[in-house]
């Protein structure tokens, strides 16, 4: 990504004070960004939007390329602080994987939202294109792992699962979340998307050990 907002022919007088707040701003983007993509997101997109004018994206923001990264980030923050509240900071142990599904589930069914994730959206766009984005795609990552590793970590203390399958059960629900979000942004049905996060609550609990051992 290259692509400059703007080459502005007056520079903002100096002294003159903001009359906009940068985090309305990055929510704004966030939201615009997440619903067209990068590529497909112009200037004039932007600049509706924001409600500022160019002289004033440049000179406060810079590029299309720094914009759609600190949004991005924004995104990517606020998202796993989700996580981190659900499964990180949750008091249970498969409960709590369970209960993240069921927020995801909630997200599509309750609150209409069919944009997917805009982290794993932008990596399927982008790949590996831009080593910034690319870069908080990792961040992203990783930051969902640790949040689910944590609750599995609770399930082995807590004696539900084995601690030897933390690492492979964590591999697999990011595997399944992010599954469900390129399915959600491919327009799948409620029903499949419903289906697909049933499967993902029925494997965590066929790993408690209590329900394995039980009498059939």
Known sequence: MSTEIA???EAPSRGRPRKFDDDAVLDALVQLFWEKGYEATSLADIVAATGL???????????????????????????????SQVVGNGTQGLDDVKMLFEYLWSEV??????????????????????QGV?????RFRSQMRDGLSMAFTRAADNGEI???????????MLSFIIGTAVMVKSGAPNEEIRSQLDAAVKT?????????SSPS
């Open 134 to 138: 690319a870069d908080i795609g990792i």
């Open 53 to 83: 004018n160019k002289s004033s994206l440049y000179s406060s923001f810079g590029s299309k390329d720094e914009l759609f990264e600190m949004a991005l980030s924004r995104y990517v923050d606020a998202r796993a602080g989700m996580m």
């Open 162 to 172: 084995e601690a030897e399958n933390i690492v492979t059960y964590t591999s697999l």
């Open 204 to 212: 965590t609990e066929s790993w408690r050990l209590d329900q394995r």
């Open 109 to 130: 069914n309750d609150m209409g939202e069919h944009r997917g994730c805009l982290a794993i959206n932008t990596g399927t766009e982008m790949g590996t294109r831009d």
């Open 7 to 9: 080459s502005v022919n």
